[in-house]
């Protein structure tokens, strides 16, 4: 998709989370959003280019000069901050999980549906049925929501196909989306999201078929940078996520991997293998903090399934942050645990439930969000040089944003440089 010469003036509050760190966040640099008052950002080729104030901006030769190829987006004192990165989300299904839903708010857990046969095993006909081009469709419609709300990275799991065919189908589908949207997906291949219905109390078979037949082909095919695994009670066991990390470093695929949703797991032995992140993170044992707190393995908090579940329980990211280890936010969109597309739900839900600081959810949901996908030295901050992703709010002040929950604010979403929507303001 082609970018124009973009010029964004009148920038109320710049968040540029501009920094000279060569990792990720952790601690009070959580907090240090590094904002600039009355500011502009010029993008050019789908980079940024310049960020300062809105007079030297003006002043710039080579804009004086260019000024009619450029589009001038006047933000009027709005709140402009590097586009969202979704580093969580499993966009490839054919349909929400109604049924599922109405049980659970009739009482029933989320383990209790998968035992009875609901939960991830009932999106798997679906997807198995569905023609590639119509998961592409879905995915395609996702990634422009997603896009609505301010994100312009995501990535993006298969793991509802669960066969060598729906499994390379769904990760086809990711890249054919990603290939028409503006913005940059991240596939990642999750075929040990749960054992499949035909393999049902035989899931060490399985594991053999995700390690000796899948992960070969989608290495050799690249339909994934990243390969995920769900490790917890009732899906795979932390010696069965061994042999899948274990696989996939051998294919030259990067790790990350769904850790203490329902149930705890030490997560040293996973650490060993540098996974970029773990993700949910409800339950974990206090002495497996520091380790984490040493490592550049990001702890990846997905609120938006402990509210689509109706928990009490959120993940402990206060200890986290206390600790030193360096923490994301993402939606973990899904039709099961969270159907949402919205950073700023998320960041809301951080906020209130998690006692994350506005400013804190902000870096956790951009920067260290680019840092859990291994691309913080292009995306997730404002500077020269980083792709022109950008995310410009109606409002005046950036804890807003995590404030107004359950509206979307996103005025405008500028992604690789190319303007998503227009403005409304
Ligand atoms: O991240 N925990 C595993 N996977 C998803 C839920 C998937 C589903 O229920 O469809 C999650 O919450
Ligand atoms: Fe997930």
């Not at 870096?363 to 291994?374: D, E, F, P």
């Not at 404002?382 to 409002?395: C, M, Q, R």
Request: charged content about 20%; hydrophobic content about 40%; aromatic content about 6%.
């Amino acid at each position: 998709m082609k970018s124009k010469p973009l010029l964004l003036t009148n920038i109320g509050q710049l968040l540029t989370l501009r920094s000279t760190a060569t990792s990720p966040r952790r601690g009070t640099s959580l907090s240090d959003l590094a904002i600039s008052e009355n500011a502009a950002v010029l993008c050019l080729g789908g980079k940024i280019v310049s960020v300062g104030s809105t007079k030297e901006a003006l002043r710039d030769p080579w804009l004086k000069k260019n000024r009619k190829k450029v589009t001038e987006i006047d933000c009027c004192g709005q709140v402009v901050l590097p586009g969202f990165v979704d580093s969580h989300t499993h966009p490839v299904f054919a349909g929400p999980r109604l049924v599922d839903f109405e049980k659970r708010i009739a009482g029933a857990s989320y383990e209790e549906i998968a035992e009875a046969g609901g939960g991830i095993r009932s999106s798997i006909d679906g997807v198995r049925r569905a023609s590639k081009p119509g998961l592409t469709n879905r995915v395609l419609a996702a990634l422009d929501d997603l896009a609505k709300h301010g994100t312009t990275t995501v990535e993006a799991k298969s793991g509802y196909g669960l066969s060598f065919e729906s499994e390379t189908k769904s990760l086809e589908a990711i890249l054919d989306a990603a290939k028409q949207w503006p913005g940059t997906v991240v596939p990642t291949f999750l075929g040990a999201h749960a054992v499949p219905p035909e393999l049902r109390g035989r899931s060490q078979e399985y594991v053999d078929i995700v390690c000796q037949q899948m992960m070969p082909a989608v290495a050799k095919r690249k339909l994934a940078r990243f390969a995920d695994v769900f490790c917890d009670r009732g899906a795979f066991s932390a010696d069965e996520a061994e042999q899948i990390f274990h696989a996939a470093d051998q294919h030259g695929l990067s790790l990350r991997a769904h850790m203490g949703q329902l149930g705890e797991t030490r997560l040293e032995p996973f650490l060993r293998y540098n996974p970029a992140s773990l993700d949910h993170m409800d339950y974990v044992n206090d002495a497996d903090l520091p380790t984490l707190a040493m490592s550049d393995t990001i702890a990846t908090f997905v609120p938006g399934a402990n509210y689509f579940l109706g928990l009490t329980r959120y993940p402990r990211a206060r200890q986290f942050i206390e600790a030193g280890v360096a923490v994301a936010l993402a939606t973990d969109y899904n039709p099961g645990s969270s159907p949402t597309l919205s950073m700023p739900m998320v960041m809301s839900l951080a906020c209130t439930h998690m006692k994350m600081s506005p400013a804190e959810a902000i870096t956790a949901a951009t920067i260290n969000g680019a840092w859990a996908l291994r691309i913080a030295d292009r995306k997730g901050s404002i500077e020269p040089g980083k792709d022109a992703d950008l995310a410009v709010f109606d409002v005046r002040d950036y804890r807003e944003i995590a404030y107004w929950f359950g509206a979307n604010h996103c005025a405008l979403t500028i992604l690789n440089g190319v303007a998503h929507s227009p403005p409304t303001g």
